[in-house]
């Protein structure tokens, strides 16, 4: 797992990522209350908005730290939108990507760079 300075991590699995919010990104944020999700097939870029995630006091933008194609959103964290709250860095991903540019990865921070 690696992480943007946007607070969103990335976790390779096959030839795809699992993105979410850091856990300092969701303290940050505070009660998640709503995501709107990205769309399945939809092109991301690097640094473009993944989606958008609401609180009881703001709306947030989270910034994508990979290009590529939305291939999958999670459907349980729609349906059950306090996953995200508990469960941030694992059971409440938002989306997978295919990765256009999979060494954008490379570039991300490691846990210890990014709690820095």
């Not at 009660?31 to 991301?44: T, Y």
């Not at 609180?55 to 306090?82: Q, R, T, Y």
């Amino acid at each position: 797992m690696k992480y943007s300075k946007d607070h969103v991590w990335a976790k390779k699995e096959d030839q795809y990522f699992k993105l979410g919010i850091s856990s300092i990104g969701k303290k940050q944020i505070g009660e998640i209350v709503f995501v709107e999700f990205p769309n399945i097939g939809q092109i991301i870029k690097k640094d473009d908005v993944l989606c958008i995630v609401e609180s009881s006091k703001s709306a947030s933008d989270i910034i994508s730290p990979l290009s590529g194609k939305i291939v999958m959103v999670n459907e349980e964290l729609k349906k059950n939108i306090e996953i995200i709250n508990s469960s941030n860095e694992e059971k409440g991903w938002i989306c997978i990507i295919d990765p256009s540019s999979p060494s954008q990865f490379d570039l991300m921070l490691s846990k210890d760079q990014y709690e820095k």
